[in-house]
């Protein structure tokens, strides 16, 4: 027995040796295999770059990064071209201004000027240009596009865009509650889907689709928007964590982003049934009475939001297969605007009826939604970007690090401090 003892005692102390040098180990390998895989997307996209830049003419180059190294000539606007204006918000990170630009051909436009508040840290310039050159690459309609960009060497950069003449979304939702016909918010929402449908076709994850990142035009025109923009539009709704300025909007998040910080194509048809929510209540807070915490652990026990009051059957059908747990169940951004546009052609021909006198229509019904802020940020772990940490993935995914993930979902959730 004297014997037994200690010979047990050595052989479990070696077996424990063992296991965690072979957690180690598996540590060890599951870095390097994320730093290879960092390294051959960072590889991939940064060849990318350079076969657009060798099929495009020579440009003026200002080199900032090895990302950003050019502002193209043809989105190159002199400073004396522009007459800034009344600023129409304010962050803690730069002003957007409403501003007239004075068009070369003797046409003059009123438009927004995003600034950068503080030039002197060079990563928020670099950023900012970032988002520029993003921009810079849309073409739709329903995307909110860049009209130029300036950097000359005596003044501040400056992102001009379209003017918005009727803001944000969410704003516009609420204060015109009163009058909003659900024709219209059939086209709101029809809007959003054909400008998200647009960015999957070209493998652009938006990451935060939510009513506040879509502005409303003059001719209520959609349009999807953010890559940075209403960040500082709405800086009461955001956290901040460092200078990483990182942003989870856990409301608006598929349970697989809060679970392992994927982001895909899916995951924000998951955002967009959030927003058709927010669309139909009006400018509603999502998951009214649930606490921010509560969230996760409400979504995986199967639950989801109720239909918001008189919305129609057929649009809370579109939000409940958004909300597929499985996210290969869900619609496409395709689906749900044809689906749209077939209910508005419908709707179309009722009005039509209607206006005849071969059918009554009842009157819309309206309810009183209090007018809240969100507080629907937490502060992540660490940073991630629109490209996750190196570019663009090829498969338009992008992802946190597996490695410093948590492993239990709720132990993720409950580390986040919310502000």
């Not at 809007?191 to 999957?200: I, N, P, R």
Request: proline share 5%; charged share 25%; hydrophobic share 40%.
């Amino acid at each position: 027995m004297a014997i037994l003892l200690p010979a047990t005692f050595m052989y479990c102390r070696q077996l424990r040796r063992k296991r965690t040098h072979d957690r180690r180990l598996l540590g060890r390998i599951v870095a390097i295999h994320l730093e290879i895989d960092s390294h051959v997307k960072r590889r991939r996209w940064y060849r990318s770059q350079k076969q657009s830049e060798s099929a495009q003419p020579k440009q003026k180059r200002i080199v900032l990064s090895k990302k950003v190294s050019f502002v193209p000539d043809d989105i190159h606007i002199d400073f004396s071209q522009l007459e800034l204006g009344e600023t129409l918000g304010r962050g803690a990170f730069g002003r957007v201004l409403k501003a007239v630009l004075h068009d070369t051909s003797g046409e003059d436009q009123i438009v927004a000027v995003k600034t950068v508040q503080d030039t002197s840290d060079t990563k928020n310039v670099v950023k900012f240009l970032e988002e520029s050159l993003i921009m810079k690459t849309f073409d739709h309609v329903n995307v909110l596009g860049l009209l130029g960009l300036t950097f000359d060497a005596d003044e501040k950069p400056l992102m001009v865009i379209p003017f918005m003449a009727n803001g944000d979304l969410k704003t516009y939702l609420v204060k015109k509650k009163q009058t909003l016909a659900t024709s219209l918010l059939m086209r709101f929402a029809s809007h959003a889907a054909l400008g998200m449908s647009y960015l999957a076709q070209h493998k652009f994850v938006h990451r935060d689709l939510a009513a506040r990142n879509c502005m409303v035009d003059s001719d209520l025109l959609v349009k999807i928007a953010d890559f940075g923009l209403s960040r500082d539009m709405h800086e009461s709704d955001y956290y901040t964590s460092g200078d990483a300025q990182a942003k989870l909007p856990i409301k608006w998040m598929a349970p697989e982003s809060m679970e392992r910080r994927v982001y895909n194509a899916r995951t924000d048809v998951w955002s967009y049934g959030v927003l058709l929510w927010e669309i139909f209540s009006k400018g509603a807070r999502p998951y009214p009475g649930i606490p921010l915490q509560d969230v996760y652990i409400f979504l995986k026990s199967g639950q989801r939001m109720d239909a918001p009051k008189n919305c129609p059957p057929e649009i809370y059908g579109i939000m409940v297969r958004c909300w597929q747990d499985n996210p290969k169940s869900r619609c496409t951004f395709v689906q749900v605007a044809n689906e749209l546009e077939e209910l508005l052609e419908g709707d179309r021909d009722y009005v039509a009826a209607s206006s005849a006198g071969v059918v009554g229509k009842r009157p819309i019904e309206h309810r009183e939604e209090p007018g809240v802020t969100d507080d629907s940020y937490l502060v992540p772990m660490q940073q991630e970007t629109a490209f996750g940490a190196d570019g663009p993935c090829s498969d338009g995914e992008t992802s946190g690090s597996h490695a410093n993930a948590a492993r239990d979902p709720l132990d993720y959730v409950n580390k986040i401090v919310i502000r």
